[in-house]
């Protein structure tokens, strides 16, 4: 069943902003606009990377940002602080949509998770074995998890294009491989990419985790609380750890609350008295002002705490940050990260092992592993094919899994340090491969599109 389509609401008295707002609220509307972001943040972070001598870019983005208290402080450059700062509100949200696909999603039961779980492994295992074919035993070898990741907002982007021509199915069965993806690099960045543990900090991270666990456990439901104690504690003791911060983000939205406190039925009983209550001190209403009176403001109040008691925690949580994430916090981190000075970088990128990795992981290993996993698991019967979704289907959602972007150069930071000469030419691999994975993949729907209607005017 598709959802309502969202109309806003026109102001009675539109003011100046809301005209000089309107084109950008409708943009931001689209689904498509986290993707284009993510283009123009890229496109500027490379020309500013090549502007003059190109010190400019990574002289303002490695500027020390410092925040101190008493004794205790933490300084860093600002790039870090988008990297493990920023970032971990972005694993954040992905940890929150894991826990709501587990529990009530795609991921909900063994039937619906096989296929799409299936395939994120194969679009896992198949991408490193690529790059190491090229790099094991070289100077890139720890880059070998790059080429597994996969940017959920370009691929979903790119569906778009085609509207309502693809099946609504396919886009649930990209949207949950990535989820299976994303947990796959959490995973990954967990045990491989993490370096120098502290165990004591570890040990204070363990406290805190338990610390939410039991606020979840009885019942706390105000994000204030998982707030100070998820960033405050858990996220800084994984600062402090060596233990990558962004595995903190997820970890602390597992333990946001998922139960409601009154069912669909009682906030129905609750609000329908409340909204008569309005409707009568409107009728009576002879203010000319557009004050409420005390009563109309009180049964406002009242369907908030109704809407707060109806809905879990972990939905308003992801509805709310999603925007946010998507439409700030991945541009930002492109417009860190995705600058790379082209003198002479192309040329050796198609020649360098890691690049050659990187490119043949995301192109190749992308589109086997995921196919050839799903393929297995429907020819053995334990999955079958989405409503409506074709095995050409399949294949383009296979070859827009290879669209690493944001998720590969976030990993390829963490296997080439700043300054390392390997890490300039993974980014142009990463830019590389992400578009000819789109463009394959969009090719091939185009091709399953036009054979869908030639079968409908045939028949």
């Known amino acids: 069943m598709s959802s309502p389509t969202y109309q806003p609401i026109e102001p009675h008295t539109p003011q100046p902003i809301d005209t000089m707002l309107a084109p950008f609220r409708a943009f931001f509307r689209k689904e498509a606009s986290a993707g284009i972001l993510l283009i123009i943040a890229t496109l500027i972070a490379m020309i500013w990377a090549n502007f003059g001598d190109g010190h400019g870019y ?14 205790f402080s933490l300084s860093y450059s600002l790039q870090y602080w988008i990297n493990d700062g920023l970032m971990a509100m972005f694993f954040f949200v992905v940890g929150l949509e894991i826990k709501r696909e587990v529990m009530a999603g795609e991921l909900s039961t063994l039937r619906k998770a096989s296929l799409p779980l299936v395939a994120a492994i194969g679009g896992m295992v198949a991408p490193a074995l690529f790059y190491a074919a090229f790099n094991v035993g070289g100077p890139g070898s720890s880059g070998w998890g790059i080429p597994m990741a996969t940017d959920i907002a370009f691929a979903l982007g790119v569906l778009t294009l085609f509207g309502k021509s693809i099946p609504t199915a396919l886009k649930v069965f990209l949207a949950a491989l990535a989820i299976g993806d994303d947990l796959g690099a959490v995973l990954v960045i967990a045990f491989f990419y993490s370096s120098n543990i502290n165990y004591l900090d570890l040990i204070f991270g363990a406290g805190f985790m338990s610390i939410l666990l039991a606020c979840n456990y009885i019942g706390v439901r105000s994000p204030i609380v998982y707030a100070f104690f998820g960033i405050g504690g858990l996220w800084t003791a994984f600062l402090l750890s060596g233990v990558h911060p962004t595995v903190a983000g997820v ?26 209550g309005f409707e009568k001190e409107f009728e009576d209403d002879d203010d000319p002002t557009d004050f409420l009176h005390p009563e109309q403001l009180s049964a406002i109040l009242q369907l908030r705490r109704l809407y707060e008691h109806a809905s879990t925690p972990l939905q308003r949580l992801e509805k709310t940050l999603h925007p946010w994430v998507v439409l700030v916090v991945m541009p930002i981190f492109a417009l860190a990260n995705a600058g790379v000075k082209l003198e002479a970088t192309i040329a050796e990128t198609l020649a360098n092992p890691v690049a050659l990795g990187i490119i043949f992981g995301l192109v190749a290993g992308k589109q086997i592993g995921i196919f050839t996993f799903s393929w297995a698991l429907i020819k053995t019967g334990l999955a079958e094919l989405p409503n409506r979704v074709t095995l050409l289907h ?24 700043t300054g390392s000469e390997l890490l300039p030419i993974a980014k142009v691999a990463v830019l590389i491969a992400s578009i000819i994975s789109g463009l394959m993949g969009w090719a091939v729907l185009a091709y399953a599109k036009k054979q869908e209607s030639s079968n409908i005017n045939l028949s």
Not at 251 to 276: E, G, M, V
């Open 251 to 276: 970890l602390l939205a597992f333990t946001i609350p998922s139960q409601r406190r009154i069912n669909s039925q009682q906030f129905l009983d609750h609000a329908r008295p409340i909204l008569d």
């Open 394 to 417: 399949l294949y383009g959602a296979a070859c827009l899994g290879g669209i690493g972007f944001t998720m590969s150069l976030f990993i390829g930071g963490l296997a080439f340090p």
């Open 58 to 71: 990574d002289h303002f983005w490695h500027t020390p940002l410092s925040i101190t208290l008493g004794s």
